[in-house]
């Protein structure tokens, strides 16, 4: 009589964890349905993102690197002085 017992309180739990999920989900999905989907901003500033800067490949090493950190050497893009005297 004890294992039925303990079988339908298992039963009972495990029905009342889906059923609690499924609530909890229906309630998530029902606020941003609310809400506009905006990224957070904190409170006073502005979501203006700042001009990108164009990337160049140094042509020694591979690695990319701001365009304002260039140095030309030999009609290339590198990185660094030391890559251009290689």
């Not at 499924?22 to 941003?32: D, K, S, Y």
């Not at 365009?67 to 660094?80: F, I, P, R, T």
Request: net charge positive; charged share 15%.
């Amino acid at each position: 009589m004890t294992r039925v017992l303990f079988w339908l309180a298992l039963v009972f739990l495990v029905l009342f964890a889906i059923r609690s999920k499924i609530r909890g989900m229906q309630q998530r999905a029902r606020a941003q349905q609310q809400q506009p989907s905006q990224p957070f901003t904190p409170p006073g500033r502005t979501r203006e993102l700042p001009d990108a800067e164009l990337m160049l490949c140094c042509a020694h090493c591979g690695v990319y690197y701001p365009a304002s950190e260039n140095v030309q050497a030999k009609g290339h893009d590198y990185c660094s002085h030391a890559h251009a005297t290689l």
